[in-house]
């Protein structure tokens, strides 16, 4: 069978990346602090970003010294860079997502030591709502081929969005789902902790923590909308897809609060991600008459990133100069 049709996950391979999620989730309530309140350092934040770096890695090398011994070195290397080239474009477009989270959280002036557990919520949402979309994806795309077309021609548009639309901010005070929320239940004024809900004489009201969570899963739901069709791209293996997925979902939240306080640092990001979906959609859609090697898409990724991150970097450190002037 050739490698780009070929569907690796064994149902041990499934139930032993499942049981690894679940135990990585296990230590982080339990072990590491997850249930209790408390503002996550720098350190902590860049220890647990290089941890899930370098377990994605891991994975990979597992992945291709298993390929390699049942399959052989040509689909081992094909799969390998599948799943490091898609957990290197689900990784860069889930910061577009650190944005919209940094938004909600000032917004309703989220204090730090809050943040943390509500982002948990948001991961255990995210990777619910990626496997029904992933599955449901790759079935799609087995019955109606096409479809990986019109994935390419709805990235391709996204993408000239984001281009244009790129410095503008969302209005949450006209938000429909948070005016929704707010129309159908007793909000309280101030926050509780970390409860979503408490009950005030005899009646339950939610807290300002419960719209956060309702805006955190619905940013998840629409970013998921744009990272999930641009990895068909890359491969149509769910298992590759789902934890490329998965791997990049799981980081997400460290790379939050390390990157939080510098996200405006970041500002030409996005115009990098814009990029990063149009040249992933007119792939798709040129597929047909020119397929482009797993290795050339890892390389024009990496690099829009890459070069989107410095030259932020360098502009912002100008404009930091000349108002020190």
Request: hydrophobic residues 60%; proline residues 3%; aromatic residues 14%.
């Amino acid at each position: 069978m050739p490698a780009t049709h070929l569907n690796i996950g064994e149902p041990w391979m499934w139930g032993a990346f499942i049981v690894f999620v679940l135990a990585m989730l296990a230590l982080d309530l339990f072990v590491f602090g997850g249930r209790k309140a408390h503002r996550v350092s720098v350190r902590e934040a860049s220890a647990w970003v290089v941890a899930w770096c370098l377990l994605a890695l891991a994975f990979a090398g597992l992945l291709w010294w298993y390929l390699n011994g049942a399959f052989g070195a040509e689909i081992a290397q094909r799969k390998t860079l599948e799943f490091l080239t898609g957990y290197l474009i689900e990784q860069s477009l889930s910061i577009d997502n650190m944005f919209v989270f940094v938004m909600i959280f000032g917004y309703f002036a989220v204090p730090p030591e809050l943040q943390r557990r509500v982002l948990l919520y948001g991961v255990l949402g995210a990777i619910v709502m990626r496997a029904a979309m992933i599955f449901a994806g790759v079935w799609l795309v087995s019955q109606f081929a096409w479809l990986l077309y019109v994935f390419g021609v709805f990235l391709i548009i996204t993408g000239i969005k984001m281009l244009v639309f790129a410095e503008q901010q969302p209005d949450l005070d006209n938000n429909p789902l948070l005016r929704w929320v707010r129309g159908h239940l007793r909000i309280t004024h101030g926050f509780h902790g970390e409860r979503f809900f408490v009950v005030q004489n005899g009646v339950r009201w939610a807290t300002p923590m419960f719209l956060v969570l309702v805006l955190i899963e619905a940013s998840d739901l629409m970013f998921a909308v744009d990272s999930i069709p641009a990895i068909f791209a890359v491969t149509t293996d769910p298992f590759i897809i789902f934890t490329s997925n998965i791997f990049a979902i799981m980081g997400l939240r460290a790379l939050y609060f390390l990157l939080a306080d510098m996200a405006d640092r970041f500002h030409l990001l996005k115009y990098g991600l814009a990029l990063v979906l149009v040249f992933i959609g007119g792939k798709m859609t040129v597929m047909p008459w020119f397929h482009m090697p797993v290795e050339w898409s890892l390389a024009v990724v990496g690099t829009v990133i890459l070069l989107s991150v410095v030259l932020s970097l360098i502009l912002t450190r100008k404009e930091d100069q000349t108002q020190s002037l």
